[in-house]
């Protein structure tokens, strides 16, 4: 039933391995890579291809015991096999693993104590058992009751692994390995299941699919229609342009010369950091201020204190990560990403050993932190320019796609990101690809406008490409990518409609524009404001690519910028739920109207903000 059960160190190093049947690719490296490195241990189970993959952690000494098996197969004793097996091994090998983590000891000889247990618990899973309904006492329900919280038999309960998995369970698993020579007894039920019989409906024919269609409704004719002679006096679009002095004068205000960025010994442009305070956080931290839940008492405690031998549990990290939780959530994280986060924390936590004085809250704080910079840490390549050079290496443009939901500031912070690259002189093609939305074409051209006021140095240019409205978007973004080609422009940028996630036909849309043009960064722009709507954007904007596109290897988001940076103070956790959910960095953070509110975002600066009290 199981395809491999591996031990190994929390370095990478395997101590041991048992497979069943040859592996299909790398299911351990993927876990180590996507999972524990990414800080999602919070989660009971990773799937990858065909697998299913469980662990669970021995901090004490940082060792993982993991189980692969098909993700098709219900496998209801690997949590318990994994527990027992976790203790078996430590017990039988704590002198091996007590240096190095292990990795000089020799375990071969415990694959017949593995064999052993396994077999155990199959038999034990294997057999049917006719269980009789539960009481009422037994229920969730009589727990949440005033009689079950009066009563002093409720606060008695069986200790239970930190996996879930009953203590007990796990005991009589480990002596029944001990009396192995013994034969099983007890009683087996009889297989077999009630024949239920399910008596079919017939199928009911629809009446109202019977029925002749109706005719169309034709439409319907207004009152007080514009005649087309007044609406052409009434359309502006065409009207004469404004001269170069007024062109100048009124782009001169969407430029604050103080919010411009610097250029590098290299000559190249680079946005402003976004603004950080430079004092310390202080010691008052919200993690500090909390009670901390000591075992004992008096005198024993103290010299515990002193040797340092305090271990944590599960009694005294739960109440610092409920607090740290709430603490997440009131600073805009998502509330299942803040659930991980907390149980991922807890998972590497559980059974270290505290230093002498040490505080609990410190050691969550601290360990917090270090799973947030390794979430945040850009994987990829933040530098766009780069990849711009290489494409005009290869005679082509760089082409960049920017999608999001409606609202969210996708035109302006595309004609932010055109400013970015006129500065570094580069000849941009803005494709107006939102044939949706009324005025859209308007605006890009205001925009590209504007832009060539404010470029009155350097051999960067712009211009505009537009089709009008009602057409295919995918068509036009084609005709764009062709036209910057012949025409020899460094980059082009697709405007597209806002759409919301669950709109499927704009959805579909969206999939086909990406599947026919391919662009080369697909970059999702959202608000900073949002918290648990985040993870659905993100989530359903993905799987929508990924279904409708038709490709064998569908396109995913690249990156994101966060727009609106400037009103939420210190409440970034957008910033944290949407690089979670899509393992993705973020380019740029918009913070106002003009060209120049583009700024780059630190590390640093999310994690600080995200901490402070």
């Known amino acids: 039933m199981l395809d491999l059960f591996a031990i190994l160190s929390k370095g990478g190093f395997v101590l041991w391995q048992k497979t069943f049947i040859p592996v299909m690719g790398s299911p351990i490296d993927a876990l180590i890579k996507d999972v524990l490195i990414e800080e999602r241990a919070g989660t009971n189970i990773f799937y990858k291809d065909s697998y299913a993959l469980k662990w669970t952690f021995a901090n004490e000494a940082d060792l993982v015991f993991v189980v692969a098996f098909q993700k098709i197969l219900q496998l209801q004793y690997v949590d318990e096999l994994l527990e027992t097996v976790k203790q078996v091994f430590l017990k039988t090998f704590q002198h091996n693993i007590g240096g ?33 309904p539960r ?36 005991t009589k698993n480990i002596q029944a390995l001990k009396l192995q ?36 409704k034709k439409a319907r004719v207004w009152e007080g229609q514009i005649a087309r002679g007044e609406m052409e006096s009434l359309d502006y679009s ?3 342009a404004m001269t170069q002095e007024e062109e100048a004068a009124a782009a001169a205000q969407l430029a604050d010369p103080s919010k411009y960025g610097t ?89 270290k050993k505290i230093g002498s004085w ?4 410190t050691m969550v704080r601290d360990s917090m932190e270090a799973a947030l910079k390794r979430i945040l840490t850009p994987k990829t390549s933040l530098d766009i320019l780069r990849d711009v050079e290489q494409a005009k290496a290869e005679r082509r443009p760089y082409v960049i796609s920017f999608i999001g939901v409606n609202g969210v500031g996708k035109s302006t912070n595309l004609s932010k990101v055109c400013f970015w690259l006129l500065q570094n002189n580069y000849k941009v093609l803005i494709a107006a690809c939102d044939t ?79 599947a026919v043009n391919n662009p ?17 954007q993100l989530t359903k904007f993905n799987q929508s690519l990924k279904d409708f596109s038709g490709l064998q290897n569908p396109r995913h988001i690249d990156g994101m910028i966060l727009t609106k940076f400037d009103t939420i103070d210190d409440k970034v956790g957008a910033a944290l739920s949407m690089t979670y959910i899509t393992g993705q960095p973020i380019y740029f953070v918009g913070t106002g109207q003009t060209y120049t509110d583009l700024k780059n975002l630190r590390v640093s600066h999310v994690v600080n903000s995200l901490l402070r009290k």
Not at 325 to 339: G, M, Q, T
């Open 436 to 514: 949706f939305r009324s005025g859209a074409v308007e605006q890009l051209r205001v925009h590209a406008r504007n832009l060539r006021a404010l470029q009155t140095s350097g051999q960067g240019s712009v211009e505009l490409f537009e089709r009008g409205y009602g057409k295919d978007s995918a068509g036009i973004a084609k005709e764009a990518i062709s036209f910057a080609t012949t025409n020899h422009f460094d980059v082009v940028l697709i405007d597209t409609a806002g759409r919301m996630q669950d709109n499927e036909p704009l959805m579909r849309a969206l999939a086909k524009l990406v």
């Open 100 to 132: 190095n983590n292990g990795i000089d000891g020799d375990y071969t000889s415990f694959e017949d104590t593995f064999n052993k247990l396994l077999r155990q618990l199959e038999e034990k899973y294997s057999t049917s058992r006719q269980r009789a």
């Open 181 to 216: 020579s013994s034969p099983r007894t007890g009683p087996r039920g009889k297989k077999g299941r009630p024949n239920s019989t399910s008596s079919k409906s017939p199928n009911m024919e629809n009446d109202e699919s019977t029925k002749k269609k109706k005719s169309q």
């Open 358 to 361: 040490g505080r609990v809250s």
């Open 263 to 351: 250029v590098n010994k290299d000559g190249v442009y680079e946005v402003m950091d976004i603004d950080q305070d430079d004092e310390e956080e202080e010691e008052d931290d919200i993690l500090e201020e909390m009670p901390q839940q000591e075992s004992g008492g008096g005198m024993f405690s103290f010299f515990k204190n002193i040797t340092g031998q305090r271990e944590l549990t599960a009694d005294t990290l739960d109440p610092v990560l409920a607090d740290m939780k709430e603490h997440l959530i009131k600073k805009n994280v998502a509330s299942d990403i803040a659930e991980h986060l907390c149980q991922s924390v807890r998972t590497s936590l559980l059974g």
């Open 520 to 536: 080369d960064k697909i970059i999702f722009v959202g608000e900073a404001l949002v918290g648990n709507e985040a993870v659905d």
């Open 238 to 240: 065409g009207k004469a």
């Open 135 to 170: 009481k009422f006492e037994e229920t969730k329900k009589y727990e949440n009751t005033l009689k079950a919280n009066s009563s002093p038999a409720s606060n008695k309960k069986s200790a239970v692994s930190p996996s879930g998995v009953d203590q007990d369970e796990i």
